[in-house]
Nanobody, 123 residues
Framework: QVQLVESGGGLVQAGGSLRLSCVGS????????MAWFRQAPGKEREFVAG????????FYGDSVKGRFTISRDNAKSTVYLQMNSLKPEDTAVYYC????????????????WGQGTQVTVSS
């Protein structure tokens, strides 16, 4: 059974940084495209960042380009999201997702999801 578990969320002031982690189990994480999405209260879940199977390619949502960095360590079955220069509008529950479509950035491109971790950025 595939399981994705996120951690690293918390409360941070605007301008600060956080690093989220997502540990996968149940099958070889390196065989799949991995991504982070987020969902703020009252809003739809939106794509944040993704990384291809080989970790050679990364892709980002427009609102986080230049501030967030996604990476993966396949040996540890872990995907990371380094978030810098955080803004109050980054406040959301962040979800890790696993899929098969290269550079996929929609919900339907991903088949497995974690339970989410809360990130709150205060002004």
């Amino acid at each position: 059974q595939v399981q994705l578990v996120e951690s690293g969320g918390g409360l941070v002031q605007a301008g600060g940084s956080l690093r989220l982690s997502c540990v996968g189990s149940g099958r070889t994480l390196g065989n799949y495209v991995m991504a982070w999405f987020r969902q703020a209260p009252g809003k739809e879940r939106e794509f944040v960042a993704g990384v291809t199977r080989s970790s050679g390619g990364t892709f980002y949502g427009d609102s986080v380009k230049g501030r967030f960095t996604i990476s993966r360590d396949n040996a540890k079955s872990t995907v990371y999201l380094q978030m810098n220069s955080l803004k109050p509008e980054d406040t959301a529950v962040y979800y890790c997702a696993e899929g098969t479509r290269s550079c996929g950035n929609t919900l339907s491109d991903y088949n497995y999801w974690g339970q989410g971790t809360q990130v709150t950025v205060s002004s």
